[in-house]
């Protein structure tokens, strides 16, 4: 005999997971064994079983995704202990009697319907014999709820294997110089010119480094000014900064006072020689002089300086000990100990160009007349050593920080000479192609860097002799130009687009008034008829009144006529409620052609604006100068500081920062615009400024640093789950993030950059995990998608939910925006893109032929095309207006799934399951490959 409430929960479990039996057949059959039990374990005696440690999370993991608050199929809610008890299926749960348990039945397989069903598209699965032996000691113990820990278990996390390095997560600067790609859960960042990395984010705790996230980096994004990047992983989001420098204390400089400034070589030490022949030396951090010594000085010298327009050129040699320091002007050179008291004091026949010490009792000069001259002491008596290098003047020396044995010397014709220190001598090394301002080489004395006369930077490699030149103008002035250019091609666009829609709401216009003038003439028609129906009335009726005895068929004949008439009054009444519809919709549509002629107009506007403003970017452009006459090498090269040059506006000049590989990183806007480099070491720089006073600026260990981390991976968080999308505003204000619990109700937020702050939850906005997130062009609109397959538009400023896009039959993997703002492309999980006209909601394109999911999609540049990766391990471009093919290149990374590119759709960074990354263009060719390698 079957209970009520067990044909009930039969009942509701066939339809909810839409089993093809019939219900008679159904309850027919539960007699009978429709399904092989489970195999189920064995638990000893004293095991106890408790419901949130042991029972809760299985059935989070195979049972509440279709079985919740939001979602109870068959009227059932597993969510919590406290709902499962209150179930109003009395049989769902029957302390101490699991076998007559539906919930354990179904979840044994001892009954049909089989819980969860063999073809869930939830990834749910049949329950282990451990798990039913829990379940069943649950309920065999009284299925007693016990209270949940108030606080998250505190988890161990493990480091990620080595092998794990998907990835997932790949951004681009918009110029495409420089890309942010995770490999597992870690970050590295990569230029458009080597495939050598440039630096791995990294958590800093101490002396322990971590990988940027404990879990999978899920999606990335880098702001254009290559400055910024926010990571998204489990239940966290991270912002990550970059902060090259930071200000330092040093004791307070008198400019009028001073003759000349230098830094040691790893730049922990500066010396300072004043007008009184009082040399100082300071260590940077420190608003104190470590130590000072005082000599002689003559009195021409005394009036010379840095500030002279003319001054004898003073220079200071600080050792790396900072224990020492030469000074040297004309051929006099003058050798200041911190341990001695005495001045030495030599001289070098002919003027001194440059000088460097080599080691603690070894310094090496060079002369005007071609020489390079090595003094070395020995036992307080100077020795020198002379070389005839070139037959002009020694432009200067350089020595390698890391290797100060190894010199290179430069004239003033750009030659270069290599010191052997096996032949002790030096040996021709190429030349430069233009003459050298200034030139510093690297630590390890492989590249010599050099600025020209045009403030052109270059580098020259002296192992192969060649040069390459890495940038003429300031690299700040050509990305704004780039930027303006940009944006002007960005509203000319727009401007199109708004020319076609104002002539369409002119055409529309023209059309209704075409339509009303038609509507006129048949109302004019029908007026006519009408009146005509009316004589003939009255002509019938003036017939009844005089002919009597044809009065029956005078009345016909009368009745018909008032028919004809009333038709024709209706007819007319038609006509004129089309005429005042007809000019109501014909003054909706002027408002129409208003609206869209004053877009038009303002987009004109701004487009001249636009043109105006590149135009000025252009002039800055075209007068600046990529660095001035000093610029610094440090960190072992892998990192030089330019300042640029600008003729029109020297208070515009800014700072740059550029890689070891020639790529350059960004602008540095925390240095002085008006400042000039003074001193340089390998970490630290002095710069003064317009107003006399000097700042010293040290280099910090790494590149980026973790700004602050929103949500954590374990404890409370605002992410029930990993993030799997982030994208940030066109103002770079805000943050969008989705995410969710999979097959629970999605989530996606809005936060500000500035502090992390959250502006905006809207509850329930989809009804599974939010898979991505994208803002359009002009911010208006956010575009989200998910696993429940459909798309929706929300108003960023209210939150409000515009409309939804259906289409897709699996989830929503990929958003683009067309730049036009008229135009949105979705990739799905079902193996399709659709192209939608955003006003109509409409999809006015499928691009189907894909072998598998399609996974991220970004636009080309301005173009109706679409950049395309998928599970086939393929980049395609299709064109959105006919859905053609145009590339179809397969690359290395096998299951693809990081996608962006530059602004205008030239590059392309792809990735995937197999830990590379490829730099593409859009034509299908490759030119780099990264993967997580060495660093």
């Known amino acids: ?68 608050s939001s979602d109870d199929e068959g009227g059932v809610n597993l969510e919590s202990g406290e709902q499962i008890r209150t179930s109003e299926l009395d049989d769902l749960v029957l302390p101490g009697k699991p076998e007559s348990s539906r919930l354990f039945l179904l979840a044994s397989h001892a009954d049909d319907p089989v819980m969860p069903p063999e073809d869930n598209d939830v990834s749910a699965s049949i329950l282990t014999p451990m798990e039913l032996a829990l379940l069943k000691r649950w309920i065999q113990s009284g ?30 600067t918009d110029d495409g110089r420089l890309s942010a790609i995770s490999f597992g859960n870690e970050i590295r960042l990569f230029g458009a010119k080597s495939a050598q990395p440039i630096e791995t984010l990294a958590i800093v705790e101490g002396e322990v480094t971590k990988p940027a996230h404990d879990d999978f980096v899920q999606d990335l994004h880098i702001d254009s000014t290559g400055r910024q990047i926010i990571s998204a992983g489990y239940r966290n989001v991270k912002l990550w900064e970059m902060s090259p420098f930071e200000s330092a204390t040093i004791p307070a400089i008198n400019l009028d006072d001073t003759l000349a400034i230098a830094m040691n070589a790893s730049g922990s030490h500066f010396a300072v020689l004043s007008r009184r022949g009082e040399l100082s030396v300071a260590e940077v951090g420190k608003d104190r002089w470590l130590w000072m010594k005082s000599f002689d000085l003559p009195d021409h010298l005394k009036t010379e300086g840095l500030k002279t327009d003319n001054p004898t050129k003073i220079r200071i040699a600080l050792d790396n000990a900072a224990q020492q320091a030469a000074i040297q002007w004309d051929s006099a050179i003058r050798i200041v100990r911190i341990d001695r008291k005495d001045v030495e004091t030599f001289d070098a026949a002919n ?60 004239d003033a014709a750009g030659n270069l000479a290599n010191w052997n220190p096996t032949d002790q001598s030096f040996e021709a090394t190429g030349q430069l192609p233009s003459p050298a301002v200034s030139a510093s080489l690297s630590s390890n004395g492989a590249t010599l860097w050099i600025s020209t006369e045009s403030g052109a930077l270059g580098r020259y490699n002296i192992a192969d002799q060649s040069y390459l030149e890495i940038a003429k103008k300031d690299p700040v002035a050509a990305a704004q130009l780039a930027n303006d250019n940009w944006q002007t091609l960005v509203t000319e666009t727009l401007v199109a687009a708004q020319e076609k829609d104002a002539k369409q709401a002119e055409d529309d216009v023209m059309a209704e008034q075409k339509n009303l003038e038609s509507i006129a003439k048949d109302i004019e028609t029908k007026t006519k008829l009408r009146d005509e129906k009316q004589a003939r009335v009255e002509e019938a009726k003036q017939a009844a009144e005089s002919a009597a005895k044809k009065l029956a068929e005078a009345e016909q004949a009368l009745a018909t006529k008032e028919s004809e008439l009333d038709a024709a009054v209706t007819a007319l009444g038609q006509a004129e409620k089309i005429k005042v519809s007809g000019e109501t919709r014909l003054k909706e549509l002027e408002a129409e052609r208003e609206r869209h002629q004053q877009i038009l107009a303002k987009l004109k506007q701004d487009h001249e604006s636009r043109k105006a403003t590149a135009t000025a970017s252009q002039s800055r452009h075209d007068s600046s100068r990529a660095t001035d006459a000093t610029f610094a090498v440090m960190l072992s090269g892998s990192r030089i500081l330019t300042h640029a040059a600008n003729t029109d506006d020297a208070s515009e000049d800014s700072w740059s920062l550029w890689a070891e590989s020639g790529d350059w990183l960004a602008e540095l806007p925390e240095l002085p615009t008006d400042g000039q480099l003074i001193a340089s070491g390998d970490r630290c720089v002095l710069i003064q400024g317009t107003n006399g006073q000097t700042q010293a600026f040290v280099a910090r260990p790494r590149l980026w640093s973790l700004r602050q981390t929103i949500g954590a991976t374990t404890g409370p968080s605002p992410f029930a789950d990993r993030v799997l999308s982030i994208d940030v505003h066109p103002s770079g204000k805000l943050l969008a993030t989705g995410g969710g619990e999979p097959s629970r109700t999605g989530e996606w937020m809005l936060w500000k950059v500035s502090d992390g702050s959250l502006i905006r939850k809207i509850p329930n906005p989809h009804g599974d995990t939010v898979f991505c997130v994208r803002f359009s062009p002009d911010g208006q609109t956010l575009a989200t998608g998910g696993a429940d397959q459909m798309i929706k538009l929300w108003d960023v400023e209210s939150g409000k939910l515009i409309k939804t896009l259906e289409g897709h039959t699996h989830h929503v993997t990929s958003i683009a925006w067309n730049a036009n703002l008229r135009e949105l492309a979705t990739g799905s999980a079902d193996a399709t893109v659709k192209v939608w006209n955003i006003e109509t909601g409409q999809a006015t394109r499928t691009i189907t032929g894909f072998k598998t999911e399609v996974t991220k999609l970004v636009f080309v540049g301005r173009e109706n095309r679409l950049g395309v990766t998928s599970g086939d391990s393929v980049f395609r471009v299709y064109r959105t207006d006919n859905g053609a093919r145009e590339t179809n290149t397969k690359v290395a990374g096998d299951y693809l799934y990081a996608l962006d590119s530059d602004r205008d759709g030239s590059q392309f960074i792809v990735g995937g399951a197999s830990g590379t990354a490829t730099l593409i263009d859009k034509s299908g060719k490759q030119s780099l490959e990264y993967s997580l390698g060495e660093e």
């Open 1 to 68: 005999m079957i209970r009520p409430a067990t044909k009930t929960l039969l009942v509701v479990l066939a339809l909810s997971f839409e089993w093809s039996v019939g219900l008679d057949s159904l309850i027919g059959r539960t007699n009978q064994a429709i399904a092989d039990t489970l195999p189920i374990d064995e638990l000893p005696d004293d095991r106890e079983v408790l419901f949130s440690r042991d029972v809760a999370p299985v059935l989070k993991k195979n049972c509440v995704a279709c079985h919740n």
């Open 143 to 172: 299925a007693v709820v016990d209270q949940a820990p108030s606080t998250p278990i505190k988890r161990e996390w493990q480091p990620l294997p080595s092998s794990l390095q998907t990835v997932y997560g790949s951004s681009m």
């Open 351 to 410: 003027t001194l160009t440059s000088m460097q010490w080599i080691e603690e009792d070894h310094l090496a000069t060079a002369t005007d007349k071609g020489q390079v001259l090595f003094w070395k002491r020995d036992e307080e008596v100077w020795t020198k050593t002379e070389h005839n290098v070139f037959e002009q003047a020694v432009l200067a020396i350089h020595s390698a920080s890391e290797s100060p044995g190894r010199l290179i010397a430069m």
